[in-house]
Nanobody, 125 residues
């Protein structure tokens, strides 16, 4: 019954920017650690960024550090992506901590029990 819905994906040229959004159907997620993951064709799903319940703590994969910013407000979680590269092309998923933990910013996908359907991001060269 819990649903997460991503939006904001699309086609962008290298060096451009996109802002992804994740909306949750449950109010509970406003106090739960959240993460962004991505999966490119033929590759495993990989961690991108995570944020604690208040937004005071964030963590990024080395591949996106300095280029991506995760943030949240009372209703949504965002992933601001800048200086995009072709290797950023993937389906991006938002996820909520499976145990409803507030401050654990996990990097393993198995720590997240609630997932959106994903939004496609394509970066052209």
């Amino acid at each position: 019954q819990v649903q997460l819905v991503e939006s904001g994906g699309g086609l962008v040229q290298a060096g451009g920017s996109l802002r992804l959004s994740c909306a949750a159907s449950e109010r509970t997620f406003s106090n739960v650690a959240m993460g962004w993951f991505r999966q490119a064709p033929g590759k495993e799903r990989e961690f991108v960024a995570a944020i604690n319940w208040s937004g005071s703590t964030t963590y990024y994969a080395d591949s996106v550090k300095g280029r991506f910013t995760i943030s949240r407000d009372n209703t949504m979680v965002y992933l601001q992506m800048s200086s995009l590269k072709p290797e950023d092309t993937a389906v991006y998923y938002c996820a909520a901590d499976a145990a409803f933990r507030r401050d654990v910013v996990a990097i393993a996908s198995k720590a997240y029990g609630y997932w959106g359907q994903g939004t496609q991001v394509t970066v052209s060269s």
